[in-house]
């Protein structure tokens, strides 16, 4: 008697969790702005429901939220999408450490940290113009990491032949150069 009670409890129990689960992915799949986004990554921090929300926030941030708004004319704007670059570059090192059991998340949190920190290169820190928001050295460091976690796949391939480009001093500071320009342009008359 106490073998069947135990068994139609355990039974109960795993199909009360596995709903528990799968209503978490429904609130998890209607879910649209980065501030519900941001709100449901709140409510579930340690749960792979909570890091891929804020693995959503941080690819907004970066696309279309920040690499696709840097052109604007409009000051406050760019202002904005370079605040959300940097964000997202702090949340993707975040979340690389996030996913060890899924490498192709864990890999693409550590190329978006590359592609955050290269597109700020070049771009100057408020109030300074020599120093710029992103490091080419930090860039080659993420990419390297790319390269090491994904050594067989052509992110990984890429991510060796960008970073060994990189290394080359002539081709950094042509880089800087050529970034440094690009952010100065928008801002003429």
């Known amino acids: 008697l106490l073998?069947?009670?135990?068994?139609?409890?355990?039974?109960?129990?795993y199909y009360e969790r596995k709903g528990a689960t799968s209503a978490k992915w429904v609130e998890w799949d209607s879910l649209s702005s980065i501030a519900e986004l941001?709100?449901?990554?709140?409510?579930?921090?340690?749960?792979?429901?909570?890091?891929?929300?804020?693995?959503?926030?941080?690819?907004?941030?970066?696309?279309?939220?920040?690499?696709?708004?840097?052109?604007s004319p409009d000051p406050t704007t760019r202002n904005n999408a370079i605040a959300n670059i940097e964000?997202?570059?702090?949340?993707?090192?975040?979340?690389?450490?996030?996913?060890?059991?899924?490498p192709v998340l864990k890999v693409e949190c550590l190329l978006s940290c590359a592609k955050a920190e290269a597109v700020l290169i070049g771009m100057p820190k408020e109030g300074q113009l020599e120093q710029f928001r992103g490091d080419p050295a930090k860039a080659i460091e993420w990419l390297d990491k790319v390269a090491e976690a994904a050594p067989d796949t052509d992110w990984g391939k890429h991510a060796r032949k960008l970073s060994e480009t990189l290394k080359n001093q002539n081709t950094r500071q042509q880089v800087i150069t050529l970034q440094s320009a690009v952010y100065v342009m928008p801002s003429l008359p």
């Open 3 to 13: 073998l069947v009670a135990g068994s139609a409890f355990g039974i109960w129990l």
């Open 87 to 102: 964000k997202a570059r702090q949340s993707f090192a975040e979340l690389a450490d996030a996913f060890p059991d899924y």
């Open 38 to 71: 941001t709100e449901y990554a709140g409510k579930n921090p340690d749960t792979i429901h909570g890091r891929l929300a804020r693995l959503e926030v941080a690819r907004r941030q970066l696309g279309e939220d920040g690499i696709s708004l840097l052109g």
